[in-house]
C-alpha cells in the first residue's frame, strides 16, 4: 500500500522535528502551531481538545478518518500538531477523502 501526500508530509514533520504527539505535549507548546489533526475515533474529551486547541492556536483543524496512528507511526496517538508553516499549507492543499477540514458544529 503506497503512502498518500499527506502521510508522506506528515513523515517530513516528524523526521524534521516539526510534529508534536499527543494532548500533553501539544498542551505545553505556547505558540507556533499552525495545524492541528485529529483522529476521527478519539474520545470525546480528546476532541474537545482538539476544539480547544484549534481555538487557542488561531489555526486549522482537520480529522483523520483512518489510518492516523499509521500515519504518525505512534500506536495509541489519537492527536498532533504541526510546526512548520510550510508543510501544514501543503498538507491543507493535499485534502483528499481520508481527511476532512473541520469548521465547526458538532462533533
Request: charged residues 25%.
Amino acid at each position: 500500500m503506497s503512502k498518500g501526500k499527506i502521510e508522506t508530509y506528515i513523515g517530513f514533520c516528524i523526521k524534521s522535528g516539526k510534529i508534536t504527539l499527543g494532548s500533553g505535549g501539544i498542551y505545553s507548546l505556547k505558540s507556533g502551531v499552525y495545524l492541528i489533526i485529529v483522529d476521527a475515533e478519539a474520545a470525546k474529551n480528546t476532541q474537545k481538545l482538539a476544539l480547544k486547541f484549534k481555538n487557542r492556536f488561531s489555526c486549522p483543524l482537520i480529522v483523520c478518518k483512518s489510518g492516523f496512528e499509521a500515519a504518525v507511526n505512534k500506536s495509541g496517538c489519537k492527536i498532533a500538531a504541526i510546526r512548520d508553516r510550510e508543510l501544514s499549507k501543503a498538507i491543507l492543499t493535499s485534502l483528499d477523502e481520508t481527511y476532512e477540514l473541520y469548521f465547526g458544529g458538532d462533533r
